[in-house]
T-cell receptor
Framework: EAGVAQSPRYKIIEKRQSVAFWCNPI?????LYWYQQILGQGPKLLIQ????????DSQLPKDRFSAERLKGVDSTLKIQPAKLEDSAVYLC??????????????FGEGSRLTVL | QKEVEQDPGPLSVPEGAIVSLNCTYS??????FMWYRQYSRKGPELLMY????GNKEDGRFTAQVDKSSKYISLFIRDSQPSDSTTYLC????????FGKGTRLHILP
């Protein structure tokens, strides 16, 4: 079974530029998550999709971050304009169950962003 | 107080020792408790998953939850150098909250 695919793996941009990350979840997984992991910290949830609807985006900085999941499969996370503090690994995860007690999230390898 | 507290380490122990990793939390609504393992430049992967209080054992790994103390533990018996990596605790009510992770080094 193919895992969660993410691209690009690495991206270096100047502050105020824009960047987009792409995620393809495990086939059949209805729930998709984007997490931000800053060096030395645990993953922080940015947004959760159930099929193509948003379940939780309470921690997404909506003035600069946006995400969409068209047709309930692939997802894109965009940052515009980027700030220095956005330097982090952006992890995509999927699950075949949403909500309480999902427990097992399947993570991709992440997209590492450096903002200069 | 943060919702989930985890000592980042690093924690260094000799091969074969019993390892104890711990987290505390403040939200009494948490019902599901998890331990993830994260290797360098990889995403986290689920190691153990426990509902409510009690113990769960899987091979060399034991997860323990004490809801009265808001304290969870992961024990690794007969630790191996291959166990060296970062361990993240996580817990959920309606969303999953991760700890910072503890870096573990098993010394040959």
């Amino acid at each position: 079974e193919a895992g969660v695919a993410q691209s690009p793996r690495y991206k270096i941009i100047e502050k105020r530029q824009s960047v987009a990350f792409w995620c393809n979840p495990i086939s059949g997984h209805a729930t998709l998550y984007w997490y931000q992991q800053i060096l030395g910290q645990g993953p922080k949830l940015l947004i959760q999709f159930q099929n193509n609807g948003v379940v939780d985006d309470s921690q997404l900085p909506k003035d600069r971050f946006s995400a969409e999941r068209l047709k309930g499969v692939d997802s894109t996370l965009k940052i515009q304009p980027a700030k220095l503090e956005d330097s982090a690994v952006y992890l995509c995860a999927s699950s075949d169950r949403g909500g309480v007690g999902t427990g097992e999230l399947f993570f991709g390898e992440g997209s590492r962003l450096t903002v200069l | 107080q943060k919702e989930v507290e985890q000592d980042p380490g690093p924690l260094s122990v000799p091969e074969g020792a019993i390892v104890s990793l711990n987290c505390t939390y403040s939200n009494s609504a948490f019902q599901y408790f998890m331990w993830y393992r994260q290797y360098s430049r990889k995403g986290p992967e689920l190691l153990m998953y426990t509902y409510s209080s009690g113990n769960k054992e899987d091979g060399r790994f034991t997860a323990q939850v004490d809801k009265s103390s808001k304290y969870i533990s992961l024990f690794i018996r007969d630790s191996q150098p291959s166990d060296s990596t970062t361990y993240l605790c996580a817990m959920s009510d309606d969303k999953i909250i991760f700890g910072k992770g503890t870096r573990l080094h098993i010394l040959p």
